[in-house]
């Protein structure tokens, strides 16, 4: 006879259990996140039955033969690029973004691509009804493409029908947050259930040979929903980034044990669907304005690849008595070190000007080498004085004043040169391919060069 379990509270954002109810989660202090579940007795086989004795397993040393990971194209070049060169079988990918961000269609055109080259793609919707997903379809005009389709949310359905039949290459499940198993007594949705679920696909996956893709909601915050477990237990994570008033949207690579992390896909939303962005940095460079003080573009990375932007910066007299400081698209924190930097080490003082800083096309830029560019926006929109034109920018600086060096220089410097910019303002440190471009570079040890070089006198 099955023990009956016993009654806890599991907290949704950590997974931590705790005995009785409380409205603070004392694992990661979360409020009201703790769900009332039935604690089930360890299932037979699990390795954690009293009595059962486990086997010894052999051992092997590290010197071996190695098999390249064999790759599936997807036919979306952009979508192969971030998951390392196309989705291995047998692996497990879950993908994240905001509500209406293009999850479902992105994953629509991905299936419809897979069977059309022959290959079987199955495709579980939990939110949407198969007429509603037939509509999407025709709007795609995809309408054509053998895709499986099935509208279910009972797991153990969707299981019995994936060993109906021969193994399907690609499983897309929409969403991983709507199925529910039978033997949980739990809502879907709820830690339990989604560890449960995703446990369950990813062995069937490693079984058969399938490659999974999972969607997953996201919190408020932008993160994945559900506890943290989630993530380590498939083999890919990838969020879906991207502003409602901008076409374009980012796939970007947190996980990836095949492959690079922090890799980027561009695609621009239209009304056929998800468009690849061969050169996206002629998309986000494509409205500038020349002419005016207080734009700088930054020659960064993202991942292996290169990707030139434009950094803006508005500073103006401030008729408040604590000045603003506004930012979009990177770090506030790293914009305030900047300006004391900029206040102690060079003798520029901002501290009576509301400060404005933008990534432009909505970008959300997180490397340190973007400073020197930022700092050249501000000191050009502070004098007044606008920046070149056909000048790029990169470096880290310190707190000192002092301008680093930056990784992946000569990349940065080859992109700049493809898209016809004829200057670069690089750190004095570090070591460039000078013969792999054609620009004129300028380098320089200190913020205080950059400063005097971009006073209104100049």
């Not at 009654?7 to 603070?24: D, E, H, I, M």
């Not at 949705?189 to 058969?208: D, E, N, P």
Request: aromatic fraction near 4%.
């Amino acid at each position: 006879m099955a023990k009956v379990g016993k009654t806890l509270f599991v907290c949704q954002n950590c997974g931590a259990s705790a005995p009785r109810w409380t409205g603070k989660c004392s694992n990661c202090g979360e409020w009201n996140t703790l769900v009332e579940e039935l604690s089930a007795s360890p299932a037979p086989g699990s390795g954690l039955t009293a009595g059962r004795k486990g086997s010894a397993v052999a051992l092997e040393s590290l010197k071996g033969d190695t098999v390249e990971t064999p790759r599936m194209q997807t036919g979306i070049i952009e979508l192969d690029r971030v998951t390392g060169g196309g989705v291995v079988p047998g692996s497990a990918l879950l993908i994240g973004g905001e509500p209406g961000i293009g999850k479902s269609t992105l994953l629509l055109q991905v299936a419809a691509a897979i069977a059309a080259k022959g290959g079987r793609a199955t495709y579980f919707s939990g939110e949407e009804a198969t007429a509603q997903v037939r509509l999407r379809a025709e709007r795609l005009q995809l309408a054509e493409a053998p895709v499986e389709l099935a509208a279910e949310t009972n797991l153990a359905n969707i299981l019995a029908t994936l060993r109906d039949g021969p193994p399907a290459d690609l499983i897309i499940v929409d969403s991983i947050q709507t199925l529910w198993a039978d033997a949980l007594d739990a809502a879907p949705g709820t830690v339990s259930q989604v560890r449960a679920a995703t446990q369950s696909l990813i062995r069937h996956a490693k079984v058969s040979g399938s490659a999974l893709i999972l969607v997953g909601h996201v919190t408020k915050e932008g993160s994945l929903a559900g506890p943290k477990v989630i993530e380590h237990m498939v083999d890919t994570v990838l969020y879906f980034e991207g502003e409602r008033g901008h076409a374009f949207r980012l796939l970007r690579t947190i996980k990836n044990r095949f492959g690079p992390t922090n890799e980027i896909g561009v695609f621009e939303m239209a009304t056929k669907g998800l468009r690849e962005v061969s050169n996206p940095s002629e998309l986000f460079l494509g409205d500038r304005d020349a002419k005016a003080p207080g734009a700088a573009v930054f020659a960064g990375m993202e991942g292996t690849r290169p990707l030139l932007v434009e950094i803006q910066a508005l500073v103006a007299p401030s008729p408040l008595g604590t000045p603003r400081r506004a930012v979009i698209g990177w770090d506030s924190n790293r914009l305030s070190m900047l300006l004391a930097v900029l206040d102690a080490r060079c003798g520029v003082s901002l501290a009576q000007c509301d400060v404005y800083l933008n990534v432009a096309g909505g970008l959300k830029i997180t490397e340190p080498a973007a400073d020197l560019a930022a700092a050249a926006a501000l000191l050009s929109s502070f004098s007044g004085v606008p920046l070149s034109p056909d000048r790029v920018f990169f470096g880290e600086i310190s707190l000192s004043g002092a301008v680093r060096a930056a990784a992946h220089s000569t990349a940065r410097l080859k992109e700049a040169d493809k898209l016809g910019f004829a200057k670069a303002v690089i750190p004095a440190a570090g070591e460039i391919d000078a013969k792999a471009n054609d620009l004129e570079i300028d380098r320089i040890g200190h913020l205080k060069q950059l400063a005097e070089t971009l006073s209104p006198c100049q």
